[in-house]
């Protein structure tokens, strides 16, 4: 499955760099109806398992210790390439801060006068974004189905819950809907926090 | 965002009703892997038709590309520390 994913994305960006402008401008909207489609099947198969949200109720406030790891990991990663390239750990942290929502940290950081941190903010985001597609099937195999949720961050509400729903089960889903959610919302806090 | 929510309740209704049966169960489970390909593949095309992106890889992707491992490498770590200390323990009565 990773290797699938890695090939068709691969073949969309060369397609995206080679097709004729009309056909790419409508795939690129067409991604924002295919999320859709996708989220309105996932919806189906959770409401088929009535038991998920009794799981989920029993982990009870628990589940907030998904979106603290995801926030407290994301910002130690931030701080470490900043150490290792030699640059403001604070800038650093607001650039991982982005917690895989690129179009939004891209703008924050640009916005705030540093265009620089903006892009990098932005491509890490789309990175993170393509390395959570990868990573999905072997974390929810080798380690558990929490973890696969750990590099989707605010991702795992939208583009990347399709894929933790395939790999995990329903009461997994549901908690990274809800840690998508929260990490969506704490971004452009975060965010303010270190700039 | 609130599109989201919409299709996720009402396909989680449609579900939870069982508004959909046998096959057409199968069939949607077996679907997702041709929505999430196109959707990948969709995304790859906003990527590559993107010229700021591509400009800006040769000169900031080493850096991003550090970001993002070293970011994806902590949350997985902080989070699978915490799901074993605090939420698989409750799973194993």
Redesign the interface.
């Known amino acids: 499955m990773s290797l699938?994913?890695f090939v068709?994305?691969?073949?969309?960006?060369?397609?995206?760099?080679?097709?004729p402008?009309g056909i790419?401008?409508f795939?690129?909207q067409?991604?924002s109806f295919?999320?859709?489609?996708?989220?309105?099947?996932?919806?189906?198969?959770?409401?088929?398992?009535?038991h998920v949200f009794a799981q989920v109720c029993?982990?009870g406030f628990?589940i907030l210790?998904?979106p603290?790891?995801?926030i407290?990991?994301?910002?130690?990663?931030?701080a470490?390439?900043a150490f290792?390239?030699q640059t403001q750990i604070k800038e650093?942290m607001a650039?991982?801060a982005g917690l895989g929502w690129y179009s939004l940290s891209g703008i924050i950081l640009t916005n705030a006068g540093n265009p620089?941190a903006g892009?990098?903010?932005?491509?890490?985001?789309?990175?993170?974004?393509i390395?959570?597609?990868i990573?999905i099937p072997f974390?929810a195999k080798y380690?558990?189905g929490?973890?696969a949720?750990?590099?989707a961050?605010a991702t795992s509400?939208?583009?990347t819950l399709?894929?933790i729903?395939?790999h995990t089960d329903g009461t997994i889903t549901v908690i990274a809907?809800v840690n998508g959610a929260i990490c969506?919302l704490l971004v452009p806090v975060l965010m303010q926090m270190f700039l | 965002m609130w599109k989201i929510f919409l299709v996720l309740t009402v396909g989680f209704f449609i579900g939870f009703h069982k508004l959909i049966r046998g096959k057409l169960i199968q069939l949607n489970s077996r679907m997702q892997i041709l929505w999430l390909l196109l959707l990948i593949f969709c995304m790859g095309v906003s990527i590559g038709r993107n010229g700021a992106v591509l400009e800006s890889l040769p000169s900031l992707g080493g850096k991003a590309l550090l970001f993002s491992v070293l970011a994806v490498a902590g949350s997985i770590l902080f989070v699978f520390v915490l799901s074993k200390l605090f939420l698989e323990k409750g799973e194993k009565k």
């Open positions: 699938a994913i068709v994305l691969v073949l969309g960006i060369l397609g995206g760099m080679y097709m402008l790419s401008a795939l690129d067409a991604s295919m999320l859709l489609i996708l989220l309105f099947s996932v919806g189906i198969d959770l409401g088929l398992n009535r029993r982990l628990r210790l998904i603290l790891g995801v407290l990991g994301s910002l130690w990663g931030g470490m390439a290792f390239m650093g650039i991982a620089v892009t990098i903010s932005f491509l890490s985001n789309v990175f993170r974004e390395f959570t597609f990573l974390l380690l558990n929490y973890s949720i750990a590099p961050g509400m939208d583009t399709g894929m729903s395939r809907f969506t």
